[in-house]
């Protein structure tokens, strides 16, 4: 009985072992997965014609149809244009999947709130927090 129990003690720890080996990735999102992520998601929800890419029509679409985040984002008059300057980084007039990616390490890194590279489940409920406080 006792050669039972430590077999089954040594399973235990065996079993114990397995998901710390598993763990040489971070609990939580890294940044490489979140900005791939957010990408075909923005172009999956957005790319109306589906080239691959967001034309400034199919990217204002976004905020005029989500006007509260618009507003939480402080949206003034001539703010659209701006950002729009800012995310077509070669001003080809369209979002390709690496400016949506661009964008999306920028929103990660404001999210990632002890900047370790990693989003965890925390850190985007304290980021979807803030996001309706500002509403
Ligand atoms: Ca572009
Ligand atoms: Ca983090």
Redo the contacts with the bound molecule.
Sequence with gaps: MKTFTTLVAATAIAACALPALAQTKPA?QPLAAFQADRAEQMLAKLDANKDGKLSKTEFEAMRQKKPDAAKAQGAKAGRGERLWGRLDADKDGFLSRTELQAMAGKRFKRM?????????SA?RQAAAGKAKAAM
Aim: hydrophobic fraction near 25%; charged fraction near 35%.
């Design positions: 939580g990632d709130a002890d900047g370790d590279g990693v989003l965890t850190e």
